[in-house]
């Protein structure tokens, strides 16, 4: 229960970032390539003028969005982001703000990936920088890689790889670690 608490929450905050993207690319009628991963091919929608609904080309993944601008996403498959920006509510309150270059959902698992420059700051304390972010949501693990910089409380760390979880509370540093209290 808890990690279908923390997953809804998480398609809630890329559901938002998600519904910007789709309303910006929505309001140029002629151009619909928004995918990396699918250039030639454009979203099916209801409307020329707005859109309201579509298909992720690709994919059985279809998204609709309500007069209130908020997006669903439903169906099965792996949905691919440009320019993430969010927030992750976790379930004790906290809130985790994510940016990214890029990223992938899995909507079969609910698991993500996010890459092209991470940074993820948990609203408790803590920040994790990385080229690449993954969370496997089942299990609440959060593996960064590249380049990975973590500072909580008063500590900072440098490694290969870090793994932890979405509370940040405890950390698996590995390839070229270094902690070290203060700045680094």
């Known amino acids: 229960m808890k990690n279908f608490k923390k997953f809804t929450a998480f398609v809630l905050a890329l559901c938002m970032v998600f519904s910007l993207s789709v309303a910006a690319f929505a309001a140029e009628v002629d151009e619909h390539t928004v995918y990396e991963s699918a250039p030639e091919e454009e979203i099916t929608v209801q409307s020329a003028e707005a859109a309201t609904?579509?298909?992720?080309?690709?994919?059985?993944?279809?998204?609709?969005?309500?007069?209130?601008?908020?997006?669903?996403?439903?169906?099965s498959g792996e949905a691919v982001m440009k320019g993430v920006k969010g927030k992750i509510y976790r379930e004790d309150g906290s809130v985790i703000d994510v940016m990214a270059g890029g990223g992938k959902i899995n909507n079969d698992d609910k698991n993500f990936a996010l890459d092209r420059g991470v940074k993820a700051t948990?609203?408790?304390?803590?920040?994790?920088?990385?080229?690449?972010?993954?969370?496997?949501?089942?299990?609440?693990?959060?593996?960064?890689?590249?380049?990975?910089?973590?500072?909580?409380?008063?500590?900072?760390?440098?490694?290969?790889?870090?793994?932890?979880?979405?509370?940040?509370?405890?950390?698996?540093?590995?390839?070229?670690?270094?902690v070290q209290k203060g700045e680094l």
């Open 53 to 75: 609904s579509g298909t992720i080309p690709g994919s059985s993944i279809k998204w609709s969005l309500d007069s209130k601008g908020w997006l669903t996403i439903s169906g």
């Open 122 to 178: 948990l609203s408790t304390g803590g920040e994790i920088t990385a080229e690449e972010i993954r969370w496997n949501q089942k299990d609440d693990i959060i593996t960064a890689t590249g380049k990975v910089k973590v500072v909580k409380d008063e500590h900072t760390a440098l490694a290969d790889k870090i793994v932890t979880s979405s509370k940040f509370d405890h950390f698996k540093l590995s390839g070229h670690a270094e």
